[in-house]
């Protein structure tokens, strides 16, 4: 007779608890919206990007003035590289700093453009790399802004699902 009364008891302790397990989720039940690390745009550039892209060895000396810094040694990033009608767009996927991050470049003339941004797509600094002269950060922030914005451009036009 106790073995009975105890089947019933775990059967009833069962039927309350399980209710409760699902409640760890309940955001979702009420129609809000899922939490992304990254913005959808840019979980979409990063998927590509570890898709497509070639494991390559940055030069230290730009992306150093960006504070993405590997001791001095070449850093290692996962890059997309396409010709445009105005030169070829390079952007490079950095994870030194153990966040997603977006170094885009593109050449003018002989001075070599980089942007830093987040995944978010928000600037965070510009620097201007001539052929034979060492990097400096770019102070003109409407020009910075401006490139910026073209060299984004350019990669969201070419992005698989948008």
């Not at 089947?7 to 919206?33: E, I, V």
């Not at 745009?41 to 892209?53: P, S």
């Not at 996927?93 to 980089?114: C, P, S």
Request: glycine share 8%; charged share 25%.
């Amino acid at each position: 007779m106790r073995q009975r009364n105890f089947d019933r008891r775990l059967f009833l302790g069962a039927t309350l608890a399980l209710p409760l397990g699902g409640c760890a989720n309940m955001a979702g039940m009420f129609g809000s919206k899922p939490k992304y690390t990254l913005t959808p745009r840019g979980d979409r550039l990063v998927r590509w990007i570890q898709d497509e892209g070639h494991d390559v060895m940055m030069a230290p000396d730009a992306l150093n003035l960006m504070g993405i810094n590997n001791e001095n040694r070449d850093i290692p990033v996962r890059q997309l590289a396409f010709d445009g009608s105005d030169g070829r767009y390079v952007i490079s996927l950095v994870n030194i700093r153990h966040v997603h991050e977006f170094v885009l470049h593109r050449r003018q003339g002989d001075v070599l453009i980089f942007h830093n941004c987040d995944t978010a797509f928000k600037r965070l600094l510009s620097v201007r790399y001539p052929r034979n002269g060492k990097p400096t950060v770019i102070t003109d922030t409407a020009f910075a802004e401006n490139d910026f914005q073209q060299q984004l451009a350019f990669w969201f036009e070419r992005m698989p699902g948008r």
